[in-house]
C-alpha cells in the first residue's frame, strides 16, 4: 500500500487548502479514500440515527502535479483512511506561499499522512517543514460502509439562493429557535421558517428554479405527480445547516437542495473539480 503526491501550482494549493477547511468545518473526523483519479472525503455517520453524512470528490489531477498510489491489491486498487480533517487543514496553512507540498502515506510508529512543506527562502537552501498527521487504515472488509449514498427519492429538488444571503438569514434565526423548516415547491419558491412559543419567522425566495431532473420523467417518481405550487418539508437542526453555511470556502457554481418531506434534506454543492453532498436528516 502506497500512496505519495505533490502540489506545485499556488493556485490548485490555496483550492485544495479551502477544500480541506470546508471539510474540517463539517466532520471531527472523516475518511479519505485514494483512487488511482480521485479523492473522497466521507463522513458516514447513519442519517437515520440523527447524524449527518458528507460526501466530497475531487479529481485528483485537478489538484496535483504528480500523484502515485497502489492500492490494497490489485484488484481492490484503493486505500481508505480514517483522520482528522482539522490536522491537515492546519498543516496546510503552513503551505500558503509554498514552493512545493508533497503529501506521502508513512509508518514509522503507526500510519500517517507525511505533509511535507517547501518554503521559498533567501539562501539557494530551500525550508521544509514537516507534518505528520496520523491516520487510521480502514480493513477491506469495512469498505462498504463508505460508500456513496444514494439521491434520495424527493418529493422536491431546487436551486439555492445566494448561499451568502442565506447564510446571514440562518445566522439571524439561529438566535431564536434550535430547528429550522426548510420547505420549497417546483414552482422554485422556497421558504425558511422558524416557530417558537414566542415567535415566527419566515423568509420567502422565489424564481429560485428547479433542476431539470426534478420534472424529468421517470426519474424521480415522487416528484412528478406533484403540484407544482404545493411544498415539501422538513425540519432540520439550524446549527446543522448554519455549518454547512459557514463552512463553504468553495464557492459553488451551483448549489442545490432536494428534500424529502419530514426525513432529509440533501444539500448539493458543485464546483468545476469539487462536488459536495450533505445530508442533514429531519428532526421528528
Not at 5 to 10: N, T, Y
Not at 26 to 44: E, G, H, N, W
Not at 230 to 241: F, G, H, Q
Given at each position: ?44 455517520d447513519k442519517v ?179 403540484d407544482l405550487e ?12 448554519q455549518q454547512l ?40
Open positions: 500500500m502506497r500512496f505519495r503526491a505533490k502540489i506545485v501550482d499556488l493556485a490548485c494549493l490555496n483550492h485544495f487548502s479551502r477544500v480541506i477547511n470546508t471539510i474540517a468545518k463539517l466532520a471531527k473526523t472523516c475518511t479519505l479514500r485514494l483512487t488511482v483519479s480521485k479523492l473522497y472525503f466521507i463522513l458516514a437515520a440515527n440523527g447524524g449527518v453524512s458528507l460526501w466530497c470528490e475531487l479529481c485528483q489531477e485537478n489538484f496535483f502535479d504528480e500523484f502515485q498510489m497502489e492500492g490494497v491489491a490489485a484488484e481492490h486498487n484503493e486505500i481508505y483512511l480514517e483522520l482528522v480533517p482539522e490536522n491537515l487543514s492546519r498543516a496546510l496553512k503552513t503551505a500558503q506561499s509554498a514552493k512545493a507540498v508533497k503529501i506521502k502515506l508513512t509508518n514509522k510508529h503507526c500510519p500517517c499522512l507525511r505533509v511535507a512543506v517547501e518554503l521559498p527562502s533567501i539562501s539557494s537552501s530551500s525550508r521544509i517543514v514537516t507534518h505528520d498527521i496520523p491516520v487510521g487504515v480502514i480493513p477491506r472488509r469495512l469498505w462498504n460502509d463508505f460508500r456513496e449514498p444514494s439521491v434520495p427519492d424527493f418529493d422536491v429538488s431546487i436551486y439555492l439562493p445566494v448561499l451568502k444571503t442565506m447564510k446571514s438569514v440562518v445566522e439571524r434565526m439561529k438566535n431564536l429557535s434550535n430547528s429550522i423548516v426548510i420547505e420549497a415547491n417546483l414552482s422554485g419558491e422556497m421558504n425558511l421558517k422558524i416557530e417558537t412559543d414566542l415567535v415566527s419567522v419566515t423568509t420567502h425566495f422565489k424564481d429560485l428554479g428547479n433542476p431539470p431532473w426534478a420534472l424529468e420523467d421517470g426519474c424521480q417518481s415522487s416528484a412528478q405527480d406533484r404545493s411544498m415539501a418539508e422538513a425540519r432540520i437542526d439550524i446549527k446543522k445547516l453555511l459557514a463552512g463553504q470556502q468553495v464557492n459553488p457554481t451551483k448549489a442545490l437542495c432536494n428534500i424529502v418531506s419530514k426525513r432529509i434534506v440533501h444539500f448539493i454543492l458543485l464546483h468545476e473539480d469539487v462536488s459536495l453532498q450533505y445530508f442533514i436528516p429531519a428532526l421528528a
